[in-house]
């Protein structure tokens, strides 16, 4: 594994060298937050941030994507046949993403990746996209990704791994990609790997806030879905989709063909379970008519379902940004902890 | 108004002990800083969570909405003017309420504690306009507020930069719906936005969309906003959504010398009709 030490006075350069070859997505101020966006001919990736607002999901999964277009001009011969948009998957990099961002794409991944099936957006999407993480030396309050099998140096999901050093950031290659991208940037100083193991046990140190998961799995489904905490626990819950929207694990999209005259393209957008729509049946039935129903799915789906099927912990990585931005107040952490810690009478 | 907080515990135990209501409507402790979580007390032992501070943003009218049982609700000028609006749309009755109201000193920004929140800033009924029980002494009303500054000069401005504006305040907008949630003048069965037969508007990020969405909620609320900020408060994105349903607002006071809320006694502007009501905006 190759370490490159990158003097701050070359970063500029190398990123202007990488725009030949790759579309950039950083981190940027929009409004009073930073969040991801492409970053134009000229413009540098802000990497004095936090957290950003919304996670980079959006570079993979975008909350409005085509899928096809159509023509609904039965004088076109090739009326109401489904075609390709056009799409762009040139390579692409995402500079500055925190660890718990890129674990979160690895656990969105198992679903749009599996052995029957491979989401070609979603994929092709990941495949040109090279992900250049920064580690966090600066944990926010909310959290709590060390205890959610994650961390502030995690490298899963990464190419490439920075830490800020002052003066110069220190790059840890992960994959081959990760290596390609500081060739192309011309980033070729050796660096030194010792600097990651202190500088890590520096930042884990700084997360005080966990989570208690180790009894999730074991404990029955049926029994946590009844248990008689739900409409205590959502009573304050507006069921607007921040939570859903901002997290960086949450995968759930809607299929919408949406027409302007005889044109139409097929769409996906993200969806929310928290929303009544979510589960409204085509006869108009709807399973979820409840406020505490749609609640309880959302943490049984991150901290109980997920956790049974896949095996691989939570589908949760601790980033903080539902804490943060719940107009209610509502608390994963809370949550996690008292499912975790649920006995049902017998 | 940390003060109050005594006495809603007081008066909170005593109904619920009692037996005049089933359960209290109120706020108690965040997880994180400059927040607190709607809660429902439904016994005297746990009156004990409840709190009140400077961080009780969100409108608990909006938590009432169609609820059967006989509730105690803590309630600030806007959220008393919020029952108002919900007791003449029959979303509760006044009869199933025990509104312990709460002189009000505003609520502090939550992205900018320094500060009270804009509404709050420029309020002009920080009393309770109805209540049953009171938590303190009534404070002095705001009067030599310019509640419609940023609204004016909006209106000021030209139509291509007018668009420009609008388009930059939503280009956050994710359509997470947190605005429309958090408000109690939103509890349509099924919002527009969500009917399918036929489907009124996209769900995606496209502009139109989003804007039809904040055009036509902002209009559905117009004579009916108490400017309680929840909306704002609520928002992930810090949009400023009220400056749609503020020129509404001030619409509605110049056209009907209107204030949604203040009294059970009289329908709503746009819920009724006068033969002398203005039509001059009428094409």
């Known amino acids: 594994m190759k370490v490159i030490k990158i003097d701050k006075k070359t970063w500029a350069g190398g990123i202007n060298s990488l725009r030949s070859g790759y579309r950039l997505i950083g981190p940027v101020v929009k409004g009073d937050a930073h969040d991801f966006a492409e970053l134009a001919s000229d413009e540098a990736p802000d990497m004095a941030f936090g957290n950003t607002r919304l996670s980079p999901k959006s570079v993979i999964f975008p909350q409005s994507e085509p899928m096809f277009t159509y023509s609904l001009d039965e004088s076109d011969p090739e009326h109401h046949i489904l075609k390709d948009s056009t799409k762009d998957y040139s390579p692409r990099a995402v500079i500055g993403m925190r660890p718990c961002d890129a674990k979160a794409i690895s656990l969105v991944r198992m679903n749009f990746d599996t052995p029957d099936y491979r989401d070609p957006y979603w994929m092709d999407a990941y495949d040109a996209t090279t992900f250049v993480g920064l580690a966090c030396d600066n944990p926010c309050t909310t959290c709590f990704c060390t205890s959610a099998g994650c961390g502030p140096y995690h490298e899963e999901g990464l190419d490439v791994l920075l830490s800020d050093c002052g003066d110069a950031y220190e790059a840890k290659a992960l994959t081959e990609k990760g290596e390609k991208l500081l060739a192309a940037a011309g980033w070729d100083a050796e660096g030194d790997v010792s600097i990651f193991e202190p500088k890590k046990a520096d930042a884990e140190a700084k997360i005080t806030c966990t989570v208690e998961t180790g009894n999730l799995r074991g404990k029955n489904s049926l029994d946590l879905y009844d248990a008689p905490f739900w409409k205590e626990l959502s009573f304050a819950c507006i069921n607007c989709g921040t939570c859903t929207y901002t997290c960086p694990t949450c995968w759930c999209f809607d299929i919408q063909d949406e027409n302007k005259g005889k044109e139409g393209v097929r769409m996906r957008n993200w969806d929310s379970c928290m929303t009544s729509l979510f589960t409204m049946h085509g006869s108009g039935h709807n399973p979820r008519t409840e406020k505490h129903q749609r609640f309880r799915q959302r943490f049984m789906h991150k901290l109980k379902y997920f956790v049974d099927k896949y095996d691989k912990g939570l589908m949760c990585v601790g980033c903080g940004r539902c804490v943060q931005q719940c107009p209610a107040n509502i608390d994963i952490r809370t949550i996690c902890n008292k499912m975790n810690g649920y006995e049902a009478a017998s | 108004m940390e003060s109050y907080i005594g006495k809603i515990k007081e008066i909170s135990e005593r109904l619920l002990n009692d037996g005049t209501v089933e359960c209290v409507v109120g706020f108690r402790k965040g997880t994180v800083a400059l927040t607190n979580e709607p809660c429902m007390i439904t016994k005297a032992s746990d009156v004990k969570d409840l709190v009140w501070d400077s961080n009780c943003r969100l409108n608990l009218a909006n938590y009432l909405t169609g609820r059967k049982e006989k509730i105690a609700v803590i309630a600030k000028g806007c ?142 609320c117009a004579g009916r906003c108490t400017d309680c900020g929840a909306c704002e408060a609520a928002c992930p994105q810090n949009i400023k959504v009220r400056q749609f349903t503020k020129k509404l607002e001030k619409d509605c006071n110049e056209l009907y010398g209107w204030e949604a809320g203040l009294t059970v006694d009289q329908r709503p502007p746009l819920d009724s009709f006068k033969l002398d009501d203005p039509d001059k905006f009428i094409m």
């Open chain 2, 79 to 220: 959220d008393s003017r919020n029952i108002v609006n919900h007791i003449i749309e029959n979303k509760i009755s006044r009869e199933q309420l025990v509104i312990i109201g709460v002189p009000c000193k505003g609520m502090v920004d939550k992205n900018n504690p320094e500060s009270l929140q804009s509404n709050c800033a420029t309020c002009t009924h920080r009393n309770p306009v109805i209540y049953d029980e009171l938590c303190g002494e009534l404070v002095e009303e705001q009067t030599d507020v310019d509640k419609y500054e940023d609204v004016r000069a909006v209106e000021a401005m030209e139509t291509q930069e007018k668009w420009a504006f609008f388009e930059e305040l939503l280009s956050g907008c994710t359509r997470c719906y947190a605005c429309k949630n958090a408000c109690p003048l939103c509890y349509c069965p099924t919002c527009f936005v969500d009917e399918s037969q036929p489907q009124w508007i996209g769900k995606g990020t496209d502009p139109i969309d989003v804007r039809t969405y904040h055009f036509l909620r902002a209009y559905h």
